[in-house]
């Protein structure tokens, strides 16, 4: 069995098993129970367990304990802006480290996440992407550190 790290936060062992779906995994990693109580809320897993392929800026719970609580009681409380704020956070498409490009990104939900790649540093709008290519069998999850909103 190979064991692959992936940054300070995960460790998944490889040994020629299916990879799960962009759900699975981030259940799997374990470090991020607000984003998938949020997918679930909004509808969206049976989305990112579909064919894909999906590149998804996923915020752990440590970055979505930056929002307010009552700010974030209330996005939850509502599936259409919470739906809205999820899919900001997805692109279309297969987009691995090697291939990010600074500029402008159409999300799922339809406008554009500002991307910035400087010093081997990955800027997505104002947050950090803090694990780069976690991947899963219907796409990649790229780990970002604050919760981005939709302009």
Do not use: C
Not at 121 to 145: L, R, S, Y
């Amino acid at each position: 069995m190979k064991k692959i790290f992936l940054g300070t936060a995960f460790m998944f062992a490889v040994a020629g098993v299916h990879a799960a779906d962009i759900v699975d995994t981030a259940k799997s990693a374990g470090s991020f129970n607000t984003l998938i109580a949020a997918v679930q809320a909004a509808g969206l897993v049976d989305t990112l367990k579909g064919p894909g392929p999906f590149t998804v800026f996923a915020p752990t719970d440590a970055a979505f304990a930056k929002v307010p609580k009552a700010k974030l009681d209330a996005l939850l409380k509502d599936k259409a802006a919470l739906t809205k704020v999820l899919t900001y956070h997805v692109v279309a498409g297969k987009v691995v480290a090697a291939d990010v490009k600074s500029g402008k990104v159409k999300t799922v939900e339809g406008s554009s996440l500002k991307v910035k790649v400087r010093g081997g540093k990955v800027m997505v709008d104002n947050a950090k992407v803090v694990q780069a290519d976690v991947m899963a069998d219907n796409g990649v999850i790229h780990v970002i550190d604050t919760v981005v909103m939709p302009k």
